[in-house]
């Protein structure tokens, strides 16, 4: 399996950063094979969905744009750039398939973003799932893995 955690709470040194070895540590308990790209920020997410087809993502709805923030990411708060993403995602702008299953992380959601998030969820996007932080990786993955089966 292949997923993209898209994350800016993972640091720069994966070794030290608890939710990307704990990801990797429970897909080796469970026996799932594949490999974890990591995005730190907005940009690395656009573009590594747009060159890679992923078997699951797992998006922060709540992260810095980068460096050089692309055009659709420029003037859009912190806060939002995530849900943007997501929102071309479920367009089918990008590489990947629109149904792959996805869950969205998020910590201190604004309501407006919860209300947006909850009508994505519930409009024929089985596949995408929220997660409210502080999470366990684990469980994660078991949503990730029982959406993938469901599709």
Same mark, same amino acid.
């Given at each position: 399996?292949?997923?993209?955690?898209?994350?800016?709470?993972?640091?720069?040194?994966?070794?030290?950063?608890?939710?990307?070895?704990?990801?990797?540590?429970?897909?080796?308990?469970?026996?799932?094979?594949?490999?974890?790209?990591?995005?730190?920020?907005? /940009?690395?997410? *656009? !573009?590594?969905?747009?060159?890679?087809?992923?078997?699951? @993502?797992?998006?922060? =709805?709540?992260? +810095?744009?980068?460096?050089?923030?692309? /055009?659709?990411? *420029? !003037?859009?708060?912190?806060?939002?750039?995530?849900?943007? @993403?997501?929102?071309? =995602?479920?367009? +089918?702008?990008?590489?990947?398939?629109?149904?792959?299953?996805?869950?969205?992380?998020?910590?201190?959601?604004?309501?407006?973003?919860?209300?947006?998030?909850?009508?994505?969820?519930?409009?024929?996007?089985?596949?995408?799932?929220?997660?409210?932080?502080?999470?366990?990786?684990?469980?994660?993955?078991?949503?990730?893995?029982?959406?993938?089966?469901?599709?």
């Amino acid at each position: 399996m292949k997923i993209l955690f898209a994350d800016d709470d993972i640091s720069h040194e994966p070794d030290k950063d608890w939710m990307y070895t704990e990801l990797l540590a429970a897909m080796k308990f469970k026996d799932i094979s594949g490999s974890v790209d990591v995005a730190r920020d907005g /940009q690395a997410t *656009d !573009n590594m969905l747009s060159t890679t087809e992923y078997e699951g @993502i797992i998006l922060d =709805i709540q992260m +810095g744009a980068g460096e050089t923030p692309l /055009q659709f990411l *420029d !003037n859009i708060p912190r806060y939002r750039i995530g849900l943007e @993403i997501l929102k071309k =995602i479920i367009r +089918g702008e990008y590489k990947n398939n629109q149904k792959t299953p996805l869950i969205v992380l998020t910590g201190t959601a604004v309501a407006e973003d919860l209300r947006e998030l909850n009508e994505i969820e519930a409009e024929k996007n089985s596949h995408v799932k929220v997660c409210m932080k502080p999470i366990e990786m684990e469980d994660v993955l078991d949503k990730l893995c029982e959406l993938s089966k469901s599709l």
